[in-house]
């Protein structure tokens, strides 16, 4: 395995990481901002109004894009297993 096909490999791991993590955090950051402005105008300070609405979007998110990341993830980590022999030689 040259230095090459290292940091190809490493440059799409982090790739399918950060697809993979896209939808969630999208999510959960539109939700955080539409609180925070919520809480900005209304003036309700309190910790818990955050929270609770990400942790349920969160959830949400990972329920309805759960397919499209293990089929990512997977599809990823056969790529790998099957590219082992390449790298061995």
Same mark, same amino acid.
Not at 29 to 47: D, H, K, N, Y
């Given at each position: *395995?040259?230095?090459?096909?290292?940091?190809?490999?490493?440059? @799409?791991?982090?790739?399918?990481?950060?697809?993979?993590?896209? !939808? %969630?955090? #999208? /999510?959960? *950051? #539109? %939700? =955080?901002?539409?609180?925070?402005?919520? @809480?900005? +105008? &209304?003036? #309700? @300070?309190? !910790? &818990?109004?955050?929270?609770? !609405?990400?942790? %349920?979007?969160?959830? /949400?998110?990972? /329920?309805?894009? =759960? !397919?499209?990341?293990?089929a990512m993830l997977t599809d990823f980590t056969s790529r +790998?297993?099957?590219? #082992?022999?390449?790298? %061995?030689?």
């Amino acid at each position: *395995m040259s230095s090459g096909d290292a940091i190809a490999l490493g440059g @799409q791991a982090i790739f399918v990481a950060l697809v993979a993590a896209a !939808p %969630v955090l #999208i /999510l959960s *950051m #539109i %939700v =955080g901002l539409v609180i925070s402005l919520f @809480q900005a +105008v &209304t003036q #309700i @300070q309190e !910790p &818990t109004l955050a929270f609770i !609405p990400k942790i %349920v979007i969160s959830a /949400l998110a990972i /329920l309805f894009f =759960g !397919p499209f990341i293990l089929a990512m993830l997977t599809d990823f980590t056969s790529r +790998v297993f099957s590219s #082992i022999p390449n790298f %061995v030689k």
